[in-house]
């Protein structure tokens, strides 16, 4: 009965049984093997930031409760805290390097496969940023704009990011100067970060804490949003789109493609060249119908949004796709690739094939993905998992039939124009009542949590409470598998909730993209509080990340508190061997930045206290 309760998801019991029948182990059955897990690290009081150590605190007080060089459990637990938010500052912002590195790409002529697709968005970056583009060429303002993106990374200066400065508000930034979080360069709050953490130099939670929401704000507020700006340009903003979710969007009769990852500069020729009549047609050699290229976790967003591929399922599911028998290929870039995917393969035909230097797998096919030439490039890869189509093992193929529709696509643009082009109908409504609040759902699915069900069981409660979910990553896809994005889930909203989604055509919870798009509801979040002449943190608002796992959950909800905003986490995060720490995040950090954490493992209650929350903000302004 473990596997009746690793997911609500329908296509995953059956697929958990094949796997033992096959003798395949999947991220359930080796979170079984790892229990019980180490006590120490769920506490977050082992240090290994040193080769005296390492060194672990008795939560009980028995034993030891210093290191040998002195630190205490609060500077251990803030340390082990801020060098995992540090890696995910790192993760969502070299993704974003990567991205203007291609952009650049465009403007020095070299990025051939790669164009300017919406000259408006490019625009308007340009003016927010202060550019003039007043009679110059488009390539003239992209120029101007990507030497400000890449000079984000590591500018010398102490003056604020470029993009932080941009689009936060004045309030905001006034707060983080006051406080001294202000970033200066990606790479140097990330960097600082590591010093500090080093054996000898911060040992102060508060200090190390705020250091950490600096690294978050330059990943929030620079990073990510520079990820999702330029993607933008370069692929398009998207726009809503009917598209389908859940493994079975696997056929039977084709050649199918897994892309997996996180950046859309592999993902989206992927898909493109899977049209291109050359690979039609060598699909077609084999024996199959067509190409079927299909999306996983966030690259599978950035895809699904912007050209409607179908999305096989989120963060759990990568294994079970594979242990359909039907994937001839999975091609992944980074993050959240399991490294367990080699081995899963193994037992079947599939072929994982790495792509990126930084991302090398033992056991996987890796083929080098040259930007400089993407087109051919992803031919190449394209072709191997082509002509794997041959080795199919027929009886050894099974698809759940499971997979529903979906309306994706909702950017900030998106959900303007759906309001009819301006933020005032959202404001009455949100000012009458009828829309009580907004909240942000996202992040991982992570198998200490029954697959999915927390985000289901958070965002119905949300919904039937009149509160607009928007969201991003694994809750979004999760939320597709659902049905939640079919406009007829309006049904489950709330009276005044679904008025508004009927009138306007849409669901009431909201496909923003994937995780680093998490940066378009900061710039939704700030143009809202300019609009109503307040505060981020004075908004009827707020956070949850119902089933995160992954290291840039920490520094997302931590840029989402430093922004101002309640920030629930389903999972238990390794900090409670900290009474310190624990006090900083969930209480005193309210008084310093207008957000914190609250820590709550039943979605129920979390949306019971985040709908509380969100009551007392519109009490405060007086609605
Ligand atoms: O960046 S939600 S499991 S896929 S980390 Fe990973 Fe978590 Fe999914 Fe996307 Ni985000
Ligand atoms: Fe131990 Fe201090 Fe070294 Fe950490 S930094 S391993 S607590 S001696």
Known sequence: EFYEQASIDP????????????????????????????????????????????????????????GICGADADTIVARNLMRALAAGAAAHS?????????FRGIVDGWAKDYKIADEQKLLGIARALGVKTDGKSIMEVAKEVVEIAEMEFGKPDNSPLRFLNAYAPERRKELWRKLGITPRAIDREVTEIMHRTHMGVDADP??????GLRAALADGWSGSMMATLFSDVMFGTPKPIKVWANLGVLREDSVNVMVHGHNPLLSMQIAEVAKDPEMVELAKSVGAEGINVVGMCCTGNEVLMRLGIPIAGNFLQQELAIITGALE??????????????????????????????TKIPGAIHIEFDKANARESAKKILKVAVENFKNRVKERVFIPKEKMEAVVGFSVEAILSALGGSLEPLADALKSGKIKGIAGVVGCTNPKVRHDSSHVAITKELIANDILVVGTGCWAIAMSKHGFFKPEAAEMAGPGLREVCKALGIPPALHMGSCVDCSRMLIALAALADHLGVDISDLPAAGSAPEWYSEKAVSIGSYFVASGLLVHLGTIPQVLGSKRVVELLTKDAESLVGGKFFVETDPVKAARVMIEHIREKRRKLGW
Request: proline share 7%; charged share 20%; glycine share 6%.
């Open 11 to 66: 296509t995953v019991l059956p697929l958990l049984e094949k796997a033992d029948r096959e003798g395949v182990e999947t991220a359930w059955h080796r979170y079984l093997k790892q229990q019980p897990q180490c006590g120490f690290g769920l506490l977050g009081v082992c240090c290994r930031n040193c080769n005296m150590g390492p060194c672990r605190i008795d939560p009980f007080g028995y034993g030891p409760d210093k």
């Open 206 to 211: 508060l200090n190390l804490i705020a250091q």
């Open 94 to 102: 070299d993704h974003a390097r990567d991205i203007v590195e291609v």
């Open 329 to 358: 290929a999975v091609i992944v870039d980074y993050q959240c690739i399991m490294p367990a995917l080699v081995d899963v393969a193994s037992c079947y035909h599939t072929k994982i094939i790495t792509t990126e230097p930084k």
